[in-house]
């Protein structure tokens, strides 16, 4: 008799890190590149949304910032280098690329106004809210015959 050892964890791990492996090859990634999006926190007040994205070392013009189909995207280019001298030895680390993030926007935003700024590296979109947020109840008309 045969006797077969099963290790689920280990299968688990192997199978992810093979996903992660194919995923990285359908996006165009390469192994020096680091997956990397930015943290942002979404704050709703009656009268508006305010999104702020953490955009450290990342320039306003590589930051580009859309409306469509009631979702917000951020999204741009991220490239840091870092170089570091110990006792002689040199060791320079790169990484770069692409970033999005998206949020829903709710029906009541007003597209037509929104206001984006920046400073020290946080970049703040503040989206008005018009305060229509619900839309008006349907009725249920029976048609004629129609017995409940």
């Known amino acids: 008799?045969?006797?077969?050892?099963?290790?689920?964890?280990?299968?688990v791990a192997d199978a992810r890190a093979r996903f992660d492996h194919l995923i990285d090859e359908l996006l165009g990634a390469s192994a020096g590149d680091a997956r990397w999006a930015p943290a942002i926190?979404?704050?709703r007040d009656d009268d508006e949304l305010r999104v702020t994205a953490d955009?450290?070392?990342?320039?306003?013009?590589?930051v580009k910032i859309t409306i469509q189909d009631g979702t917000l995207s951020i999204r741009g280019e991220h490239e840091a280098e870092t170089e570091e001298d110990v006792d002689g030895y040199v060791r320079r680390e790169r990484r770069r690329g692409a970033f999005q993030r998206t949020v829903?926007?709710?029906?009541?935003?007003?597209v037509h106004h929104v206001d984006a700024t920046t400073k020290d590296g946080v970049v703040t979109i503040v989206v008005p809210l018009t305060g229509e947020a619900t839309p008006p109840a349907i009725e249920i008309t029976p048609t004629p015959g129609d017995q409940a």
Do not use: H
Request: aromatic share 4%; proline share 10%.
């Open 1 to 11: 008799m045969t006797t077969i050892i099963r290790r689920p964890f280990t299968d």
């Open 41 to 43: 926190d979404v704050r």
């Open 55 to 62: 955009l450290p070392g990342v320039a306003a013009e590589d």
């Open 104 to 110: 829903a926007l709710p029906r009541e935003a007003d």
